[in-house]
């Protein structure tokens, strides 16, 4: 028996999907499995998608997570591989949300404020508090995974709805930075926030772009940097004339957030990404995340 035909006889009774017909499914399975065999084992296991080279059945059982509408050419020649590699990170994203709703009691979804936006920005005062947030999340019925971007993948975190309800918040770690982390996290809660009830397809954030956002990502952009500081002392703060470390570490202290959220909004607004660079990599958010 081929190893397609035993992954397939391994996923067949867990399939939820009825739409389509057996055959078509396996087809798109044997697409999929050509896909990800071009992905390499180490990078994964490093990122721990994989616990061995050797073992790759983690990766098969996100095939059933992956949205039907868009596999028939999502891994046939697709000339954008980087939306197939979002497609399979989303999935396993949904996996894990999917299991986290089963086995602990999340409460139903029922809102989530600018003030709660807030609250949550002052916690990064403290580089720690990012163990603690799947925790935080969970009382507001949100939940947050932490699943390694795979190598190639232009994405750094994802809002999407479970068929229970329940918003999840996917995080990529594509950037071990706390500035990027936590502007991330305030740009996907800020689309809960704003628009809750319209998010009927995943939403992806990728930090690094500005250009041609569409008005909702224009939108969250704009509240998480609310979020962080206050938008009129922003116009004139210290830091934007004195640009010293010590200016940024004063006005962040003044807006209670850790100061590489300042140094980062900072970095963007002006163009200079040399400045700060000891504020900026000070602590290594995946270090903190995965830290026994």
Partial sequence: MSTYDEGWSDFM?????????????????????????????????????????????PLAT????????????????????D????????????????????????????G????NLRELALLSVDPQAVRQLPSILAEFGIILVYVYALPGMSADGAVFHLSTGHPVIAMSLRFPRLDYFWFTLLHELAHLVLHADRLKEPVFFDVEISEEMDRAERAANRLAKDTMVDRESWRS????YDTSDRAVHAYAAEQGVHPSLIAGLLRKESGNYARYSKIINEHDVRKIIFQP
Avoid at 62 to 81: E, G, H, Y
Avoid at 112 to 115: F, G, I, P
């Fill in 13 to 57: 009774h867990t399939t939820r999907t009825s739409e389509i017909s057996a055959q078509e499914l396996f087809e798109r399975y044997r697409e999929f499995q050509g896909f990800i065999a071009g992905l390499s084992r180490k990078d994964l296991v490093t990122r721990h998608w994989l616990k061995t080279v050797d073992d790759d059945s």
């Fill in 62 to 81: 996100v095939f059933f997570d992956l949205p039907l509408s868009k596999q028939p050419t999502l891994f046939r020649k697709s000339a954008n591989a």
């Fill in 83 to 110: 939306e197939n590699l979002l497609a399979i990170w989303q999935a396993r994203a949904r996996t894990e949300a999917e299991y986290r709703c089963l086995a602990e009691d999340y409460p139903a979804f029922m």
């Fill in 112 to 115: 989530l404020t600018k003030e």
């Fill in 237 to 240: 703060c210290a830091p934007k």
